[in-house]
């Protein structure tokens, strides 16, 4: 029973290697996850996860699968449609979420008739879904850059961030200080997502950064509880994943974000903090 | 910009609004320092902008404000009550110290000193016991006093208020008229929107009531008996 959970790591190097990617990705991404969320922007990380397509795009059409062309172009997009998604809310009649939704439709339709039009459906597929199972040195040299750039400029913009965060119009009063956490934010948000399409593909890279979020809301109260949590369930949801995808020979990335889904759904019926299963107890106990 | 001698804001033919539409134009008059002012107009008559154009989150559209200081701690403004994101987990503890923004910036702890002021502004609010609940667990009174614990750590001469006793229980409307009587007394300047009457006429000694076609100036009692067109000037004294 046990050699099934660590045989597959113990004989194949792919198998840590994915590991150890997830892993990294989970650490720089939860965090990410849990400020959008609390910051109700969690269709922000799913517009910008899918403008990073075309841009990614760019950099296949210019040089194939590489590594450098593909971030720099997923980086250039990602902060583009940021940027433009800012713009568009300013000074058009138009909501956020309707400026976010088209940019992320357009953003997709051209990403994958750029890819067509030089590459075949298994590029397609690698770029919409990732390789987990095939991240090679210089890759994941690259997630872990990325994820330490993240916490360490998370730990710069933290208390602006936060005071933004609960009292947006104070902090406008105390200086630029808020809004350069709001902008700084957006951009590690387009960081982690670059590094997450490395590994899991442009659909699914939000999944890791959004789902262990809103599951940690059901296990803890306080905003490092909630990080704390969405970090360590971003690890279980990443083992669990690789080591099902191995056993049942399913793609690793959407087997990695079912597992995170999972686990969510669990979180809303058992979670400590406001589970469904703790409610009813509450309401029965009296 | 220059700034006014002795603490008064002193509008002149100021024109707010957003996006360069005016709410509300042609204000012209003196916030005389150590005065306590009571805003008062039906809703959309352009309270809220007036204050949010004192405080300096919206520009001017036309004419200027001049303010004793460019300083950011020279001005203390409460948004309203709404503007407050009551889901995000952070304590009533971090809410008030984030009073001390300017002091201790991004990346200090409050030191001791700065800890004692949180907490004796939690004290005078009567929060001390609620310290290290999230702010989501607090009523809607309890939410405001800890924003006045805000405003007491912030220690501004100017304190701007819109709409401080909105939606909240009378025994907190008592602390919280205490506490800017005592700010008048200690000489700040102090303007807050206000809707209930009463409590304007018996606290406030000067009002500026906007209406749809002037805006009348001066000491509240006057204001009933005759109400004038706001002309070029207007000084407000410094009440009592």
């Known amino acids: 029973m046990l050699s099934l959970l660590f045989s597959p790591f113990i004989e194949f190097a792919f198998m840590r290697r994915a590991l150890a990617g997830a892993y990294v990705l989970s650490l720089g991404a939860a965090p990410i996850g849990v400020f959008l969320m609390l910051r109700r922007m969690s269709l922000v990380g799913d517009a910008m996860a899918h403008a990073i397509l075309p841009g990614a795009a760019i950099g296949y059409l210019l040089a194939g699968l590489s590594l450098g062309f593909m971030t720099a172009g997923g980086l250039a997009a990602g902060m583009i449609v940021a940027l433009l998604a800012g713009l568009v809310t300013r000074f058009t009649v138009m909501r956020e979420d309707a400026a976010l939704a088209s940019f992320y439709l357009i953003s997709l339709a051209l990403g994958v008739v750029l890819i067509s039009i030089k590459g075949s459906n298994i590029d397609l597929l690698h770029v919409l879904f990732g390789t987990v199972l095939s991240l090679d040195n210089p890759t994941l040299i690259l997630l872990a850059a990325t994820t330490s750039i993240s916490l360490l400029v998370l730990a710069v913009i933290f208390r602006p961030l936060v005071l933004e965060s609960v009292d947006p119009i104070f902090m406008t009063t105390q200086g630029k200080s808020g809004a350069t956490a709001h902008l700084t934010f957006l951009a590690l948000v387009v960081i982690n997502l670059v590094a997450g399409f490395h590994a899991l593909g442009t659909l699914l890279a939000v999944g890791l950064m959004m789902l262990p979020a809103f599951a940690a809301r059901f296990w803890a109260h306080s905003l490092g509880g909630m990080i704390a949590s969405a970090t360590l369930i971003g690890f279980i949801a990443s083992t669990i994943g690789i080591l099902a995808s191995y056993h049942l020979n399913t793609p690793t990335g959407p087997t990695i974000i079912l597992a995170a889904g999972l686990i969510y759904i669990a979180s809303i019926l058992i979670g400590a903090q406001n589970g469904l299963l703790m409610r009813l107890n509450k309401r029965s106990a009296p | ?240």
């Not at chain 2, 300083?71 to 407050?84: E, S």
Request: hydrophobic share 40%; glycine share 10%.
């Open chain 2, 1 to 240: 910009m220059t700034t006014t001698e002795g603490g008064t804001i002193r509008l002149s033919g100021l024109a707010v609004g957003y996006r360069r539409v005016p709410v509300l134009q042609e204000l012209t008059g003196d916030f005389v320092s150590g005065s306590l002012t009571a805003l008062i107009g039906p809703n959309g008559a352009g309270k809220s902008t007036l204050l949010m154009t004192l405080a300096g989150l919206l520009p001017p559209i036309e004419g200027s404000v001049i303010t004793p200081s460019k300083d950011r701690g020279h001005i203390a403004y409460l948004p309203q009550y709404a503007a407050i994101d009551r889901d995000f987990p952070i304590t009533v503890f971090d809410l008030v110290a984030a009073g001390l923004f300017q002091s201790i910036g991004s990346f200090r702890a409050p030191d001791v000193v700065a800890k004692q002021q949180i907490q004796k502004a939690l004290e005078t609010v009567g929060l001390t016991p609620n310290a290290q609940m999230l702010i989501g667990h607090l009523s809607g009174g309890q939410l405001q006093r800890a924003l006045f614990a805000r405003l007491i750590v912030q220690d501004a001469p100017t304190i701007l208020m819109d709409e401080p006793f909105t939606a909240i229980d009378t025994a907190t409307v008592d602390i919280l008229l205490d506490l800017i009587l005592g700010w008048h007394k200690q000489g700040r300047t102090i303007i807050a929107s206000l809707h209930d009457l009463d409590l304007v006429q018996r606290y406030f000694p000067q009002t500026v009531r906007i209406g749809k076609t002037s805006t009348d100036w001066g000491p509240t009692q006057n204001l009933q008996a005759h109400t004038h067109r706001a002309g070029p000037k207007n000084h407000l004294g410094d009440g009592m």
